[in-house]
């Protein structure tokens, strides 16, 4: 498998994976961002050490790819984690709002705001742990 078909396939495990950890079980969760594992880190993760045992942990591909990955698993769990935090505030303060007559728009959220958006520390921990795993089975196994 190419370097690009190691990550996409964490990716795709990742997602697939979401679909039994987050109550209720339900397909539509592999469309999703958020919950457990994240596979933004298994993607990146499975990148980065494909990289790093094709051409080297000490190349300069390694690192670049490594400085990107931990970006995008910093994002993860903290910028987007707090933006769904956020939406979970506002959307019980709008709940809380319904019924009085504060406003007469009522088409300013017509639906609540998505609130499983970022990562705990544990599910990008997961999502780096399943990400490396697959990227060692695939150069070890099938490479």
């Known amino acids: 498998m190419t370097l690009l078909e190691v990550s996409i396939f964490a990716l795709f495990t990742a997602q697939f994976l979401k679909i039994f950890f987050i109550r209720p079980v339900n397909i539509?969760?592999?469309?999703?961002?958020?919950?457990?594992?994240?596979?933004h880190s298994a993607f990146?993760?499975?990148?980065a050490i494909s990289v790093g045992l094709k051409y080297g942990f000490q190349s300069d591909l390694f690192a670049i790819v490594t400085v990107f990955a931990l970006i995008v698993t910093y994002d993860?769990?903290?910028?987007?984690?707090?933006?769904?935090?956020?939406?979970?505030?506002?959307n019980n303060l709008i709940h809380h709002l319904e019924g009085?007559?504060?406003?007469?728009?009522?088409s300013l959220i017509k639906e609540d705001l998505?609130?499983?958006?970022g990562h705990t520390p544990f599910?990008?921990?997961?999502?780096?742990?399943?990400?490396?795993?697959?990227?060692?089975?695939?150069?070890?196994?099938?490479?």
């Open 123 to 143: 599910e990008v921990f997961a999502g780096v742990l399943l990400g490396t795993l697959i990227a060692l089975i695939n150069w070890f196994y099938i490479f």
């Open 100 to 106: 009085r007559n504060f406003s007469n728009d009522k």
């Open 28 to 39: 539509y969760t592999f469309f999703t961002s958020g919950g457990m594992p994240s596979s």
């Open 76 to 90: 993860a769990s903290g910028v987007r984690r707090a933006v769904g935090q956020q939406a979970n505030v506002l």
């Open 44 to 47: 990146v993760s499975s990148l």
């Open 114 to 117: 998505k609130e499983l958006i």
